[in-house]
């Protein structure tokens, strides 16, 4: 049986959280420890704050260090349809943040922190999963490359096995700037960057309650209260229904991953030759790499939408693993493992209040580069230094009237995904 525990915990050593006892009152409370959480965490702190992070459960516990280690930038709603949305000019802002300065941004902390994450920059081939997409796409990239410089090509199937050792995709897309690195090491170093500039980091501190007091707030935890002038919630798909506006806002939606055991040299040269990172446009979304050693291959994607047993997660992560790679059908699973994303009606993440309570969240399945820059700017923003300007805050973040914070239709989306991901299977002109 596979362990049902990240891999990645294999090696993220159980940060000591400090102090036992709440203090009565700080300048920032922080709720929820992860990339979001301590990158705010670390720029309120270098400016003299006294921050207090509070985590519900063990710092780290959330889909921080549970990800596939994915770092890039993008999100998928098409330019026309954000400038429709949004205007052309937040729109422009929210590709060139989205694509460039999240990530300029999540590559400089990691300089600049000294954090030992097994960081690089590997590459990612989005994989296509039709001809007509691929054509689609190969137009939307010249597009895009009107607007802002990227540097991504196109590979067509011919030239895919080059790539990744496998045939399954009408070929792709080569994200060259791509990069990943090991999400355990990554939050660990956050929660010490945190705490060398003068954060506290509080675990197992579930906040229940923040409520106006004062200029400030009170916040209650299960560990008694303490007073802040300002509240920053920063708990994302692990968002509880204690905070209502945001429960309602943001859709807990579980990813699942799969590891296998060490496989042979010969055979990661197979299957992985230009040790990319690998996603697919299907709505199944499959993600896979490479461990950081190179010596396991990990794959994730919506085994289901909503919490499904980690046995059927498992056989459902590998059938699709040999689907794409029919040399993995004998590979032994040694993890097996789920966490939350969390996922607005826009698709889009957002900063913002609620009554005078900060939020940075909504990444809606990616995170690793736009949460820390978020959380960044959430925390000058907090500061009122006018460098926290982003288009993020333009974004909104939406409910709808028939949500009350139970994603009862998450079974129903997943079964229309996977109709659409059938019947576009029919249309495979490869
Ligand atoms: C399986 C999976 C795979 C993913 N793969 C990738 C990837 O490859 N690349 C990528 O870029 N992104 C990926 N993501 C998304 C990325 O991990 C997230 O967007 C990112 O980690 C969000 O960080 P966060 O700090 O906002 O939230 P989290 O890391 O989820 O942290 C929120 C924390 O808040 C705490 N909390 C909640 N409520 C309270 C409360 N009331 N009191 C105190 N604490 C509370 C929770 O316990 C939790 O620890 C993946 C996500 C998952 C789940």
Redesign the pocket.
């Known amino acids: 049986m596979p362990k049902t525990r990240p891999y990645w915990w294999e090696e993220f050593k159980t940060y000591k959280t400090q102090p036992k006892h709440l203090p009565e009152e700080c300048d920032v409370v922080v ?9 705010a965490a670390i720029t309120l702190a270098k400016t003299g704050a006294k921050v207090v992070v ?4 063990r ?14 930038g993008g999100y998928r709603v098409p330019f026309e349809e954000m400038a429709e949305r949004y205007g052309p000019g937040t729109a422009y802002r929210l590709l060139t943040e989205s694509h460039i300065d999240s990530l300029n941004f999540a590559n400089a902390r990691i300089r600049e922190e000294k954090i030992k994450c097994d960081y690089k920059t590997y590459g990612r081939f989005r994989g296509m999963w039709n001809k007509a997409e691929y054509d689609t796409t190969a137009k939307s990239l010249e597009q895009l490359r009107q607007l802002i410089p990227v540097n991504i090509d196109m590979v067509p199937r011919e030239q895919q096995r080059d790539q990744i050792g496998t045939d399954f995709y009408s070929g792709g897309m080569l994200l060259h700037d791509h990069g ?1 690195l090991h ?1 355990a090491k990554y ?1 660990n170093g956050m929660l010490h960057a945190a705490k060398r500039a003068g954060a506290k980091i509080v675990g197992y ?4 309650e923040v409520k106006p007091s004062g200029s400030g707030f009170i916040v209650t ?1 299960s560990k008694g209260s303490i007073k802040a002038s300002s509240v920053l ?8 229904r ?2 209502a506006a945001l429960r309602q806002r943001v859709i807990p939606v ?4 799969i590891a296998t055991k060490k496989l042979s040299k010969n055979l990661i040269d197979e299957i992985m030759p230009a040790r990319r ?1 690998g996603v697919e446009t299907r709505h199944r979304h499959c ?1 896979f ?1 490479l461990s950081p050693d190179s010596s396991r291959f990990i794959i ?1 994607g919506r085994a289901a939408l909503s919490n499904v047993s980690e046995p059927k997660a498992t056989a459902v992560l590998q059938s699709l693993m040999s689907e794409i790679f029919p040399q993995l059908k004998s590979a032994k699973i040694s993890h097996s ?6 996922f607005t009606f826009s698709f889009m993440p957002h900063i913002g209040q609620f009554d005078g309570v900060w939020h ?2 909504g ?9 820390p820059y978020l ?1 960044h700017k959430a925390a000058l923003q907090m500061l009122g230094d006018p460098a926290g300007e982003t288009a993020f805050t333009e974004t909104k973040l939406e409910t709808r009237s028939w949500y009350r914070g139970t994603p009862w239709f998450l079974p129903f989306a997943h079964r229309l995904y996977r109709w659409t991901d059938f019947r576009e299977n029919l249309r495979r002109g490869r």
């Open positions: 709720v929820g420890a992860g990339l979001t959480g301590c990158s509070l985590e519900a459960q710092p780290g516990f959330g889909a921080s260090t549970r990800n596939g280690g994915m770092v890039g990943g999400p939050l501190t579930p906040v229940t935890t919630m920063a708990t994302n798909g692990y968002t509880t204690d905070f579980s990813s699942f991953l990172m993600y790499r994730g493992w789920t966490g939350q994303t969390g940075a969240l990444y809606s399945g990616s995170g690793n580069a736009m949460a959380g």
